[in-house]
C-alpha cells in the first residue's frame, strides 16, 4: 500500500519530442504528489508538483496529468532537449511526519 | 544560504568498522530524512526526524542509528558495516512540502 510504482524505467526520445513518465499508487491517504529531477553525481531536485484536488499542472514546457479515479499520475516533457536528460522521480507525501515514499526512477535521454 | 551540506562526499570502509554521515542544514527547518539510494530502486527512507530530540524509522532502517539534538544536524551513525550499506546516501529537510536534498555520500563497503 505504500508502494508507488513507476515506468518506464528508461527512456530515449529525440529533441523536440514529447517524454512521458508514468506512476500509480494504492494508497488514497496519500496527499502531495512531486516530480523530482536528478542530474548525476547531485541531489534530486523538485521540478514540479500536484495535489489530488488538481486534474492537471503545467509549469513551462512540463506538465503534471493526474487521475485520482485510477490513482495513476504522469509527467509529461514537451519539445524535450538534451539538458532534460537525467533521472526522474515521482512521489507520494503519507499522511504522517512528512514522508514522501519515492518511485523507482526513470532514466531519461534526449538525443540530438 | 548554504541548504543542505554532507560530509564526505566519499567513503570507503571495510566491512566492520563504523562511520557517521554528516548532515547539517541551515533553513531552520523541522523535518530532516535520510535516503539511500541504490540502481532501479529509487530513494529508500531509513530515518526522519520532525524536530530536534524526536527521530523515527523508515522504510530501511537497520544497521543504521541517528540522532537529533538541534535543529540544524542530523547525523547517521553506521556500526559494522556491511557490503549490502554499498549506496549513496542522501539528507533532506523540509518545513512544508518541497524537500532540499543534499548533494549526497557515495560510500562503498569491501
Known amino acids: 500500500q505504500q508502494q508507488v510504482k513507476q515506468s518506464p524505467q528508461s527512456l530515449i526520445v529525440q529533441k523536440g519530442g514529447i517524454s512521458i513518465i508514468n506512476c500509480a499508487y494504492e494508497n488514497t491517504a496519500f496527499d502531495y504528489f512531486p516530480w523530482y529531477q536528478q542530474f548525476p553525481g547531485k541531489g534530486p531536485a523538485l521540478l514540479i508538483a500536484i495535489r489530488p484536488d488538481v486534474s492537471e499542472k503545467k509549469e513551462g514546457r512540463f506538465t503534471i496529468s493526474f487521475n485520482k479515479s485510477a490513482k495513476q499520475f504522469s509527467l509529461h516533457i514537451m519539445d524535450s532537449q538534451p539538458g532534460d536528460s537525467a533521472t526522474y522521480f515521482c512521489a507520494a507525501r503519507g499522511p504522517y511526519g512528512n514522508k514522501l515514499v519515492f518511485g523507482a526512477g526513470t532514466i531519461l535521454r534526449v538525443k540530438s | ?110
Not at chain 2, 21 to 47: A, F, S
Open chain 2, 1 to 110: 544560504n548554504a541548504g543542505v551540506t554532507q560530509t564526505p562526499k566519499f567513503r570507503i570502509l571495510k566491512i566492520g568498522q563504523s562511520m557517521t554521515l554528516q548532515c547539517t542544514q541551515d533553513m531552520n527547518h523541522n523535518y530532516m530524512y535520510w535516503y539511500r539510494q541504490d540502481p532501479g530502486m529509487g530513494l529508500k527512507l531509513i530515518y526522519y526526524s520532525v524536530g530536534a530530540g524526536i527521530t523515527d524509522k523508515g522504510e530501511v532502517p537497520n544497521g543504521y542509528n541517528v540522532s537529533r539534538s538541534t535543529t540544524e544536524d542530523f547525523p547517521l551513525r553506521l556500526e559494522l558495516a556491511a557490503p549490502s550499506q554499498t549506496s549513496v546516501y542522501f539528507c533532506a529537510s523540509t518545513q512544508g512540502t518541497e524537500q532540499y536534498f543534499g548533494p549526497g555520500t557515495r560510500l562503498t563497503v569491501t
